[in-house]
Structures are given as C-alpha cells and as structure tokens.
C-alpha cells in the first residue's frame, strides 16, 4: 500500500503533435516536409489569411491571402487572423456579412486545394470592447462552417475571463509567446519571459475550454529610435547584431545601441537606436512546455510548435524538436 500512495498520480498527457505554417506561399521545402514524416507530426495549422478593416472603403477586407505552389497533404487545420481593430470598427448589423464572407472564402479555398475541412481556427487577440462582437461571429461561423471552431487563447485572455469571457469554441489553442509588451524598451523578452508567464500560469487549471499548446521556435530582433518602437526583423539573432561594427553591445548582452549612422538589415539605421534581441533557449522551450502541460487538466491535446520554417528550425538540433514533440512523463 506505501508503494502504490507513492506513485505518480498525473498520467502522461496524450498529444498530438502539430505545427503552425505562417507565410505567404505555401511552399515546403525538402527538409521541412522530411521533418514533419520523421516526427510524426499529424497536423498542420495553415494561416490562410487576415481580415482587416480597410479606412478608404470602411469595411472589412481579406488581406494576406496565402498562394500555393504546392498543394497540402495530410491533416490541415485552415487558420485565419482577425484584427482586434475589425471588430471596433464594424456595426453587429455587419457581422453575417462579414461570417459568411469568411466562410465561402475558407471553403473555396479549401475546395481548391483539396483539403478536407474538419476544424478551423480563429486568432484574434479580442478585448472586453470587442468579445460580444467576436462571440456573435464565431457563432455565426460555426453555423456556416459546420465544422468544430477553436479559437487561440491568450495568456491575459486565460486570467482575466470575467473581462475577456469564454469565446464559444469547442477548443482553445493557448498561444505560449508574445506574453510582454513589445511595445515597451524595457522589455527583456517580449517572446517569452518565465516571470511574466508565472503571473498568469496558474489561471490555466480552471479555464473551462479543452486547451491545446503551441510554443515559439521564431527568433527576433526589436528596434526603437528615441524610446519608441521602430520596427522587427525577423530572424536575426545575437550573433549577427555582435558581428556589426556600428553596434556597441550593452551590459546585458541582448542589447545594441548604433554608435552611428548607417544602412543595414534592410532600414536606415541612426545613431542611439537600441536593438534588443529575443529569442527562447531550448533549455526554456523544455521546462515550460512541462510546466504548462500539468497546468492543462484536459488529458489529450495538440502540441504544436511555431513555425514550419527552415531558418526558423535551424536554430534548435533535431534532438530539441524530438524532445519537445514527445509527452511528458
């Protein structure tokens, strides 16, 4: 009787491993196809565009539609991205419009490339001004769509329901990064940041929607001219900032300040811009998807990593990925 109260009561969590392609052109190179066959990975969330709000016509308008060069296999999951600012600007008269927009879109969409539609998610960081709108539409959208919604779930989103409330999804995908203000220069990482995420961690327990994870491999580099933000680019990393002669690195080694004018990276560049890099070690990739997964009371769930994109992946060995793509003890 000791030895069975000394077991481990949390049975390892069943996962089904995913990720997210976010670009725009769907077209997978060799390796990043062989590496979703060798990890076994069952799904791919595919973003196939955005819904924005356009000033001129003072409407709602796709944007960013995805073009394919290849056509999907396997299990896709079409993901759109709906601006907060969409929902501010338009009437509730205009939301079955704007539902039935989407759905014919995602279904011709669908249609042409052959893929079987079995859920589709939304991403939409909504506010306490906007979830009423957001709510009526996602519900219009199940109607249309007929098919399971999910919804992605921020971490302020989990901790503040009374405010932000419970979208009406049957699933949310709990979006492990972007947990700072990236807004702000003294930020230390914006992607994420294991104080910050402490403080609304433990919300995750008694959220009442099922939730599936999905954690960041992307990396950045955060620009601000006179304290206020500029601009990121994307994928540049410690190393290349260190290699710049016209960046003198400050005490706490992630930031560079431009000691003159120049051209670089793609901008012009001037004197006393701070450059702060971000990115998530694979020593913190590891301890926190565990910490999160206990966190997560549903015993199934998808796991997914952010994004299929091979300068993305090649700043974690292969050994890293397997590890994450695993469950738990």
């Given at each position: 009787?000791?030895?069975?109260?000394?077991?481990?009561t949390?049975?390892?969590?069943?996962?089904?491993?995913?990720?997210?392609?976010?670009?725009?052109?769907?077209?997978?190179t060799?390796?990043?196809l062989?590496?979703?066959?060798?990890m076994?990975?069952?799904?791919?969330?595919?973003h196939?565009?955005?819904?924005?709000?356009?000033?001129?016509?003072?409407?709602?308008?796709?944007?960013?539609?995805?073009?394919?060069?290849?056509?999907p296999?396997g299990?896709?999951?079409?993901?759109?991205?709906?601006?907060?600012?969409?929902?501010?600007?338009?009437?509730?008269?205009g939301?079955?419009?704007?539902?039935?927009?989407?759905?014919e879109?995602?279904?011709?969409?669908?249609?042409?490339?052959?893929?079987?539609?079995?859920?589709?998610?939304?991403?939409?960081?909504?506010?306490?001004?906007?979830?009423?709108?957001?709510?009526?539409l996602?519900?219009?959208?199940?109607?249309?769509?007929?098919?399971?919604?999910?919804?992605?779930i921020?971490?302020?989103?989990?901790?503040?329901?009374?405010?932000t409330?419970?979208?009406?999804?049957s699933?949310?995908?709990?979006?492990?990064?972007?947990?700072?203000?990236?807004k702000?220069?003294?930020?230390?990482?914006?992607?994420?940041?294991?104080?910050?995420?402490?403080?609304y961690?433990?919300?995750?327990?008694?959220?009442?929607?099922?939730?599936?994870l999905?954690?960041?491999?992307?990396?950045?580099?955060v620009?601000?001219?006179?304290?206020?933000?500029l601009?990121f680019?994307?994928?540049?990393?410690?190393g290349?900032?260190?290699?710049?002669?016209?960046?003198?690195a400050?005490?706490e080694s992630?930031?560079?300040?431009?000691?003159?004018?120049?051209?670089a990276?793609?901008?012009?560049?001037?004197?006393?811009?701070?450059?702060?890099?971000?990115?998530?070690?694979?020593?913190?990739?590891?301890?926190?998807?565990?910490?999160?997964?206990?966190?997560?009371?549903?015993?199934t769930?998808?796991?997914?990593l952010?994004?299929?994109?091979?300068?993305?992946?090649?700043a974690?060995s292969?050994?890293?990925?397997q590890?994450?793509?695993?469950?738990?003890?």
């Open positions: 009787m000791f030895l069975l109260s000394c077991q481990p949390d049975s390892p969590k069943q996962l089904t491993t995913a990720f997210y392609h976010w670009k725009s052109t769907y077209n997978p060799p390796s990043e062989e590496l979703l066959q060798k076994t990975v069952k799904k791919v969330y595919l196939l565009f955005d819904v924005d709000w356009d000033p001129k016509t003072h409407q709602a308008i796709p944007k960013a539609l995805i073009r394919f060069q290849q056509k296999v299990n896709i999951v079409p993901v759109l991205f709906i601006t907060n600012r969409t929902l501010l600007n338009l009437t509730s008269e939301l079955p419009d704007l539902a039935t927009h989407i759905s879109t995602v279904r011709r969409i669908c249609q042409q490339q052959c893929i079987t539609i079995h859920e589709v998610q939304f991403d939409c960081d909504w506010s306490a001004r906007t979830r009423d709108r957001y709510f009526r996602l519900n219009l959208l199940s109607n249309q769509l007929r098919c399971p919604l999910s919804a992605t921020r971490l302020h989103q989990i901790k503040y329901t009374d405010q409330g419970i979208p009406p999804v699933r949310g995908m709990l979006m492990l990064y972007n947990v700072a203000d990236w702000q220069a003294d930020t230390r990482n914006s992607i994420y940041d294991v104080d910050v995420a402490a403080q961690l433990s919300f995750v327990k008694t959220y009442p929607l099922p939730l599936d999905v954690m960041p491999l992307f990396r950045w580099t620009v601000y001219r006179n304290g206020r933000f601009t680019l994307n994928n540049l990393d410690r290349k900032l260190a290699n710049s002669l016209f960046l003198t400050q005490p992630v930031r560079f300040i431009a000691n003159r004018d120049t051209s990276f793609g901008f012009s560049i001037r004197r006393g811009d701070l450059f702060r890099t971000e990115a998530v070690s694979s020593e913190v990739l590891l301890t926190e998807k565990e910490r999160v997964l206990r966190q997560i009371k549903n015993p769930l998808t796991f997914a952010y994004h299929l994109d091979s300068t993305v992946l090649a974690y292969r050994e890293t990925i590890t994450l793509l695993r469950p738990i003890p």
